[in-house]
């Protein structure tokens, strides 16, 4: 049967902004869906609030919006286009709960909305643990045993009949948020507690804890005639007790039989059908080691993170199969794109593995608790493809773009016995390295394997590794089968003491090289028609000779805080770009979850990592005529020299330029000659040194080690003594390095994204952050274009621009960072890149900046595309506020305070004509949601001076005020009725809808502050570290949110 | 030690030799099942041929008593991309021969774009081994059903209907389905008299699989054409071709076949797809006696994978409904089997 005829208008709803437990996935899945319903002939109309996503670009759908993600403003989306059917289950959680909510409320009943795919009752099932728990019953498929529990009573004996240790499993959440597991009755209490309170239900599931059972992941399909597939499944290398989210993985499974692999594959196929599905669905089993016992852990009723990396893994677009599905396509009728000649039904056949590892923030929160369980940690992750299991293992390593060196962690040899043993047992982002570190000491694999419930197998492969390390520090092993064997020319020369580039030329004069071959879906089967790459050291390469010129362009890998999904936007904007200029587009990328990784994106896709060596290897396979590195964020920046070093063209801005904008010490130098103020500032490498310098520029200082980005370990000082000790810091995170201090510039924070061409320069406007600058311009509310930049800055901001796009003769990219203090403004920093504002500027100009960037780094000027000399937009008709969302709640003891330091997962956009809306959208779709009417404020007494406005404003806007003891003094003083608190525990006595709480000094677990913060956190009540957003927050908190219209976005083609 | 695999055609493709340090030649097929290599290794039906396991790394979950297709294995030999430890010693025990470290998807291209070839194990890839591997006795030339099919009548006790299974080379999977579903069940050789199979008083026959080539297989055949107009009848892969060889139709050498776990087969009553294990280098060919049905077709290649007699009670299918290694999507055929075979009796009884 054709895709329905009833169905002309299709809403899809996006997962909007990138926290923990759902990222980029949900942008590939989306942007796949809409896509496939649009080749059906359907009307699609989109909304999600993520700005920095593919799925938001006004080509992708017919109309885009991008607006809160909460039921009032999809019902008003619905009620002004009329769409004949919802596709709710490509956008998460998030995507399912607003389907939940808008089936409740009669929405989708009112408007004649019917909810296409899985049925609503089938997401029930799944998503509530006890109708879940009923439904499998029914079905006959085992569940550890467990009850589901609405209060910390009812928990405590659950926990009782079942025995400890159990675990805790909240309803309807994503990433195992509030989940846990618990070994006494105290812990219980804590965990259960925190767990009703994050369940939108308030039910928690308290099960028997099978720590240590395999843990099985099937992706399955089923269509409307109820043919039924999986399309691959996947095998957790940690066991059960580690997130899949947190956990390696491996496709396909690798310690199961045959008749283990089928009796899960029947049980999956028998789940799908008893519940319903139509479409994709992912589902965990538990199984035992020991025996044939399994568990069904959980059923997402809906495309996942998990069902992004079977699509990477095997080639089968789960999403896009999903959603002609539901639109009444059957699976035998929806074509094979790979192979061109099969269809959708049918199971994937691999003749490689895949391994896939997760990239976590612990590097950005040193303070934050390493230790993996059942709550997500994970930002992002990183696949490999190989056709051994070290080969895989040893590729997805280096993706992780970390301090290893194949499975070498710097510091692993210096660990104690104890030390080690702890490593091994405790899963952690350095558990593979301890293993191999055990295995390296002579530790047996048996007792490796019994200390980690890691199977003997995997261990095995590690041990090989390990093997081939040690034959070659002994000389005893052949560099050929040391690459075959898949260890990079980094970890090789590691071992030998050589240097890279020497290993690297052994191999070029032993003519060692891998080959590439294709991820084709069906092992050999059938000729794939699919430019879908990995590398290998075999003897047959299957790259096809290409026809058409063609450019490289580098990706940004794993998600990571400071580097999301923006320089994922860049990327396959970049490649549509070259394509429509007539190249052949080659990406070059590791992430599983992103859109830049679908196969069809690109004219050819290697999935490698981002390594010199790697690159390199494409390099010479492709002989493009260039590579393109301003789009892959500071992965791709950072492999501009080597690659020019190694002889290959970098398009667009020279190297040595980009090498300026790296390098403070040259850059200010610039400033200096361009007579452009910067902060005073310098390096530092003693206290001493320290002490001099901030008695010369004078405090308050911004202080920060020198090799790190991001932001990274940055801290303001406002005394000397504090300074001192930040510079200790700042030395002691990077041994061998200075410290940089500069001069801490307190004013109006201001950022420009230009395009320069040598000559002339494109500026889309002006950005003006909220917060003061010292808050991460990651961190910050923006604005744009900026509503109180006095014309002359903007003047001013503008003519820098240019001065620093000539000087450095940018070619492509030009991110620039001020703050003006009233009197000067100063330049930060600058980066010779696409930045992580490059989508929201371009969705709010509504010009696609990155195909215009593009064209430039290809040579074509910016006159011939319409923008000549300094070129500054028109302002849009409409404000556009971006704001940023923190996934603080699963970081444990991380500082949820905004600082220098990047800390946002995710950001949102807010747009409107009326900018006081677009910032009450903004601030509202990052999830600033006012569920009582009062705000709590703890102050830090520099912001108490400024308190008394912005709690007024508050006041007026019908907000009850509440206060710690001083700050109340404060606003009493400006004549304000406040209510003292406890700060021990105000919300036991009180309730409150906001708090609004500024740090005197961050990261401090043991100040009132850090657990006023963690426990508002806890309580899901929104909390603002700054009084700038306070301030913005209070002046539109008289706007109705039910009130907002809401339009599509608009674009202005590229001419 | 290194050695190659040698093909008549001069490819030449280097590996490890593991398992026993001699042998190997046959006709070089590939499957691309990623779990079961022990059941690949025993399924009769790999009589004569060397077996290259598509999925590069084989031997990770060792191996069990359950998942023997037959008492040993019957592969002429082995080709792997990684062996883990294990496989070795086992294709030793097994006196198998076997080459590991292969660019198997070189070679399983190689098999695709030239159809199967034959070949031999050998320590040098010079041009005698390319004559070595160009003198292997074709499939169609050698009695291979003879060579595994059981020699004299074996009687499997069980409480339900009895069923002849005429055993081409039955893979165990086969005869568990009948005996979950309580039936004795007696292997009869397949050279057997349709006078012997009928002094069994069956309630049912089924028609094992097999190695080789069905057309050369008269005399079962024969027995086959027989006994389908008297007891309700069965036939799985061999099976299969020999009942449509039975009922007039004819069969052929396909280019490369079908082996793996992941062929979709859509049932033509229903139009529901079913995933199935596969694995025959011979199908039959849709041009059929006006008598014949088409029951189930290959939704990749539009293959005959079913087919029934319009008055007759007798079916076949191509695939395996009892997987082994792969889904058992289809296991339910056994069921319709054993109801078919249930009329058949009481319809006799009338
Ligand atoms: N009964 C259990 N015993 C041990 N570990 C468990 C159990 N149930 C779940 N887990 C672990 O907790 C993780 C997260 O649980 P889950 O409910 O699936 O969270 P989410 O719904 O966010 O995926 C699982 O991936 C698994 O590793
Ligand atoms: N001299 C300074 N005065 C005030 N704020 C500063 C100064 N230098 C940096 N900052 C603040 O720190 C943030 C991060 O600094 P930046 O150099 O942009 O780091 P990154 O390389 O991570 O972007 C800036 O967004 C700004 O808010
Ligand atoms: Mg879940
Ligand atoms: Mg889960």
Redesign the pocket.
């Known amino acids: 049967m054709p895709a329905r005829a009833d169905l002309r208008k299709v809403l899809v709803i996006g997962s909007g902004p990138i926290v923990i437990?759902q990222a980029a996935e949900f942008d590939y899945s989306g942007t796949q869906a809409c896509r496939a319903l649009s080749e059906e002939g359907i009307e699609v109309v989109l909304v999600n609030s993520n700005p920095a996503t593919i799925m938001t670009d006004v080509e992708v759908a017919d109309r885009v919006y991008v607006e809160p993600l909460l039921p009032s403003f999809l019902e008003r989306i619905i009620e002004r286009e009329r769409p004949d059917g919802l596709l709710a289950t490509l956008g998460g959680q998030t995507g399912l709960n607003l389907a939940l909510a808008l089936a409740e409320d009669g929405v989708l009943e009112r408007f004649g909305v019917e909810l296409l795919g899985t049925p609503i009752e089938a997401i029930r099932t799944a998503e509530d643990r006890e109708k879940f728990r009923e439904a499998m019953l029914r079905l006959a498929q085992p569940v550890?045993p467990?009850q589901t529990a609405t209060t910390v009573g009812a928990c405590l004996q659950a926990a009782a009949d079942i025995g400890y240790p159990v675990?805790v499993?909240p309803a309807f959440?994503?990433?195992?948020?509030g989940?846990g597991?618990a070994y006494s009755a105290s812990e219980l209490a804590e965990i259960a507690g925190v767990g009703l309170q994050s369940s939108p239900i308030h039910q928690v599931l308290i099960?028997?804890?099978?720590?240590g059972?395999k843990?099985i992941e099937y992706e399955v399909m089923r269509d409307a005639a109820g043919t039924a597939i999986t399309v691959c499944n996947m095998e957790?290398i940690d066991p059960?007790?580690?997130?899949?989210?947190d956990?390696i993985v491996v496709a396909p499974s690798q310690t199961l039989d045959d008749i283990d692999y089928q009796r899960l594959r029947t049980a999956a196929l028998r789940i799908i059908a008893g519940l319903g599905i139509a479409g994709g669905c992912n589902i965990?089993f538990?199984l035992d080691p020991r025996g044939r016992d399994y568990?069904v852990?959980?059923v997402?009723p809906r495309v996942s993170r998990s069902s992004a990396l079977a699509s990477k893994a095997t080639g089968y677009p789960i999403a896009r199969t999903a959603a002609k599905i539901a639109v009444g396509l059957h699976l035998d009728e929806i074509r094979n794109r790979v192979t061109g000649a099969t269809t959708a039904a049918f199971e994937p056949a691999l003749d490689y593995v895949v391994a896939k590892i997760p990239r976590w923030p612990f590097d950005k929160f040193p303070e934050m608790d390493r230790r993996l369980g059942?709550q997500?940690k994970a930002t992002g992750e990183v696949m490999a493809i190989g056709r051994t299991l070290p080969e895989a293992l040893l590729k997805a390593l280096r993706s992780l773009d970390g301090p290893g060196r194949g499975l070498l962690w710097p510091d692993a040899a210096s660990w104690s016995e104890t030390e080690l043993d702890g490593r091994i047992a405790e899963p952690s982002d350095l558990r593979l390295f301890a293993v191999a570190e055990a295995l390296r000491r002579g530790r047996p694999r048996e007792a490796v394997a019994a200390r980690t419930h890691i199977d003997p197998y995997f261990i095995g492969q590690v041990e090989e590794i390990v093997a081939c390390e040690r034959a070659l520090a002994h000389g005893t092993v052949s560099l050929a089968d040391a690459k075959r064997l898949g260890l990079p020319d980094a970890a090789i020369a590691a071992i030998t003491g050589e240097a890279e580039d020497a290993v690297r030329a052994r191999r070029q004069a032993e003519g060692i090289r891998p080959v590439f071959k294709v991820v084709d879906t069906c092992a050999g089967e059938f000729p794939a028609q699919t430019p879908y790459f990995y590398s290998t050291y075999e003897t047959e390469d299957e790259v096809p000779a290409a026809v058409r010129p063609r450019v490289v362009v580098l990706g940004s890998g794993p998600i990571r805080i400071g580097q999301g999904i923006e320089f994922d936007y860049a990327t396959v904007h970049a490649v549509k770009a070259l394509r429509e200029a007539g190249y052949e587009a080659v990406i070059v990328n590791n992430n599983p979850e992103t859109v830049s990784t679908d196969f069809d994106i690109s004219d050819r896709l290697y999935f490698e990592p981002l390594t010199l060596e790697d690159v390199l290897h494409v390099v010479e396979r492709e002989r493009p005529l260039g590579v393109l590195v301003q789009f892959g964020g500071q992965t791709a920046i950072n492999l501009a020299g080597p690659l020019a070093a190694a002889g290959v063209r970098v398009l667009g801005t020279a190297v040595d330029a980009l090498d300026v904008s790296e390098d403070r010490e040259k850059f200010y130098d610039l400033l200096r000659r361009l007579d452009v103020p910067c902060p005073e500032g310098g390096a530092v490498t003693s206290v001493a040194g320290a002490r001099g310098l901030v008695a010369r520029i004078g405090l308050p200082v911004l202080v920060r080690p020198s090799y790190v980005l991001g932001g990274r370990g940055m801290e303001v000082a406002a005394t000397e003594e504090a300074a001192a000790a930040a510079a200790v810091k700042a030395l002691r995170a990077g041994p061998g390095y200075p410290a940089l201090i500069d001069r801490y510039v307190a004013g109006m924070e201001l950022e420009l994204d230009a395009i320069g061409d040598g000559e002339s320069v494109l500026i889309p406007g002006i950005m003006e952050h909220v917060e003061r600058a010292g808050v991460h311009s990651g961190d910050s509310v923006a604005v744009f274009p900026g509503q109180h930049v006095p014309p002359s800055v903007a003047e001013r901001a503008i003519e820098i621009a240019a001065l620093l796009s000539r000087a450095l003769g940018v070619r492509g990219f030009l991110n620039v960072q001020y703050v003006y203090d009233g009197r000067a403004l100063y330049v930060l920093e600058a980066n010779l890149r696409s930045s992580r504002t490059v989508p929201f500027v371009s969705k709010a100009v509504g010009v696609p900046l990155v195909q215009i960037a593009t064209r430039v780094m290809l040579g074509d000027a910016l006159a011939d595309l319409g923008f000549s000399g300094v070129h500054r937009l028109a302002a849009p008709p409409r404000v556009a506020v971006k704001a940023p969302v923190f996934s603080m709640e699963k970081l444990g003891r991380a500082e949820s305070a905004v600082g220098p330091e990047m800390k946002s997962t995710g950001e949102v956009m807010g747009i409107d004509a009326d900018p006081g809306a677009a910032m009450l959208k903004a601030l509202t779709a990052s999830g600033i949601l006012i569920r009582e009417r009062s705000v709590l404020a703890a102050l830090a007494d520099s912001d108490k001076p400024q308190a008394g406005e912005v709690f007024a404003a508050f006041a007026r806007a019908g907000l009850r005020l509440f206060a710690t003891p001083a700050t109340a003094a404060a606003l009493r003083a400006a004549g304000l009725p406040v209510v003292d608190v406890n700060p021990e525990d105000p919300f036991a006595s009180h309730a409150i809808g906001l708090v609004v709480n500024t740090p005197t000094r961050g990261g401090d677990s043991g100040r009132d502050g850090f657990r006023l913060r963690r426990q508002a956190l806890a309580r899901r009540i929104p909390c603002l570290t700054s009084l700038d957003t306070a301030r913005a927050l209070a002046e539109v908190l008289s706007l109705d949110p039910e009130r907002l219209a809401v339009e599509p976005l608009a674009g202005r083609p590229l001419q | 030690m290194t050695a190659f695999l040698v093909l008549e055609d001069g490819a030449v493709f280097p590996g490890r030799r593991i398992g026993v340090p001699d042998g190997g030649a046959g006709e070089v097929v590939f499957t691309t099942s990623m779990t079961g290599y022990q059941e690949v290794l025993s399924d009769p039906s790999y009589r004569g041929q060397i077996v290259t396991m598509a999925y590069p790394l084989i031997g990770n979950y060792g191996f069990s008593a359950e998942a023997w297709e037959a008492e040993g294995p019957h592969v002429a030999g082995f080709v792997v991309r990684h062996d883990h430890a294990g496989l070795d010693g086992f294709l030793r025990e097994a006196e198998v021969s076997g080459l590991a470290g292969v660019d198997t998807r070189a070679l399983v291209l190689h098999l695709r774009t030239h159809g199967l070839r034959r070949g031999v194990i050998a320590d040098s890839p010079g041009p005698e081994a390319v004559r070595r591997a160009a003198a292997v006795v074709p499939p169609g030339m050698r009695d291979l059903v003879g060579e595994v099919s059981c020699r004299e009548t074996r009687r499997l006790p069980g409480p339900g209907p009895r069923i002849a299974l005429i055993d081409c080379g039955v893979k165990a999977g086969i005869v568990q389905a009948l005996r979950r579903r309580g039936c004795e069940v007696v292997l009869v050789p397949h050279d057997a008299a349709p006078a012997a199979v009928e002094a069994l008083d069956p309630a049912g026959v089924l028609v094992s699989n097999g190695p080789g080539d069905p057309a050369v297989l008269a005399s079962t055949i024969a027995t086959v054409r027989a006994l389908v107009e008297r007891v309700p009848l069965m036939g799985i892969c061999l099976g299969h071709q020999l009942l449509a060889l039975a009922l007039g139709g004819r069969t052929y050498k396909m280019k490369f076949g079908h082996r793996g776990s992941n062929q979709p087969v859509r049932e033509a009553s229903n139009g529901r797809v079913m995933i199935t294990t596969q694995n025959h280098g011979y199908a039959v060919d849709p041009a059929l006696p006006p008598d014949v049905e088409i029951t189930h077709l290959n939704l990749n290649d539009h293959t005959v994978e079913g087919l029934r007699h319009r008055e007759l009670p007798a079916f076949s299918v191509q695939f395996h409904p009892e997987g082994r290694p792969g889904p058992g999507d289809a296991e339910e055929l056994y069921d319709r089997f054993l109801a078919m075979a249930d009329e058949g009796t009481h319809a006799g009884s009338r």
């Open positions: 437990g550890p467990g675990v499993r959440t994503l990433g195992g948020t989940g597991i099960e028997r804890c099978v720590l059972w843990e957790n059960m007790g580690v997130h899949t989210g956990s965990q538990a568990y852990i959980e997402n059942t997500m």
